[in-house]
């Protein structure tokens, strides 16, 4: 699920209540609200938040790598009842200038990014010397190097305009060592670890939220793209997207730092706290084995 393109379009919208310290200009001359960008946004969790996030900001940037399904996305929220003004910015994340060019874009269209949704992100299932060196040094540019480096480059103008938030994308799998997919979990427990401290460096600055979601196996093309649609993890259930990316919202405004989605999951995230570290591997690697 990694992102692909450099083009750029836009649709204008209405506006929406404006942030704090005055609205900047839409594509039409009005007030627009805050802006709001999501990387992965085409499908999955992704895709969920921003439906919702089309309710309650004045301009979405889509990122993914496909162009036209973020062009038929922003056709559907342009077309809702908040018709909020929507960029599309068709990416791929797995280049490692991606979030320099990313910002460039922004920079040209005179977008300043209050919220920022780090959602994209892929996984690979496999023996580690098995899977292909190029798509596993991709997975750690798309879950780790594009997160860091756009936080790194929008979070200084959330600080300066005293206002702004950010959510990463997560995982269960970030709580444990994961044979069968050992990059993959230790790119989320980055993830997981790297948005904590990141959070309590920003206490003092509380017009700043910083959260990690972290879903376990959920109803979206992650299984079967990651090659896990057939593990064991996957045949306890999974849960809604659209669920998932609520309590992701939820989190945010509150200004949860880490949140897992989930009561089983929660429950599985804190028995690694207690469960000896060599019973966690076995057990992580049993339930990552297709059946």
């Known amino acids: 699920m990694h992102e692909q393109g450099n083009t750029q379009a836009s649709r204008p919208g209405n506006g929406g209540d404006h942030a704090p310290g005055g609205p900047p200009a839409g594509d039409s001359g009005k007030a627009v609200g805050p802006t709001a ?3 992965g946004a085409s499908s999955g969790i992704g895709l969920e938040l921003a439906r919702l996030l089309a309710a309650e900001s004045g301009r979405l940037v889509l990122v993914a790598r496909g162009e036209q399904r973020l062009r038929e996305l922003a056709e559907e929220l342009s077309g809702t009842a908040q018709s909020p003004s ?5 990416l791929d994340l797995s280049h490692r200038d991606a979030p320099e060019r990313l910002t460039k874009n922004l920079e040209d269209a005179g977008l300043q990014v209050d919220t920022l ?3 994209a992100g892929f996984g690979l299932c496999g023996n580690f010397w098995e899977l292909p060196a190029a798509q596993q040094e991709q997975l750690i540019t798309v879950n780790i190097q594009a997160l860091v480096g756009l936080t790194r480059l929008l979070l200084p103008g959330m600080i300066q305009r005293r206002r702004g938030a950010v959510l990463n994308m997560g995982s269960l799998a970030g709580f444990q060592p994961g044979p069968g997919m050992a990059v993959y979990f230790a790119s989320k427990a980055f993830v997981n670890s790297f948005t ?6 920003l206490r003092p600055y509380p017009e700043i939220r910083v959260s990690c979601l972290c879903p376990g196996p959920t109803a979206t093309s992650f299984g079967e793209r ?10 306890f259930g999974t849960m809604d997207a659209r669920k998932v990316a609520e309590q992701g919202l ?3 405004r509150r200004g949860k730092a880490i949140h897992v989605s989930g009561l089983h999951n929660w429950v599985i995230a804190n028995s690694s706290r207690f469960t000896p570290r060599f019973l966690m591997r076995r057990i992580t690697a049993r339930l990552n084995q297709p059946l």
Do not use: H, Q, W, Y
Not at 86 to 90: D, E, H, I, Q, S
Not at 226 to 235: C, E, H, R, T
């Open 226 to 235: 990651s090659g896990m649609d057939n593990a064991l993890i996957f045949k």
């Open 117 to 119: 949704i780090n959602n």
């Open 250 to 252: 939820r989190a945010l």
């Open 86 to 90: 929507v960029t599309v910015l068709p």
């Open 196 to 201: 904590e401290a990141l959070a309590e460096e």
């Open 37 to 39: 960008l999501i990387t």
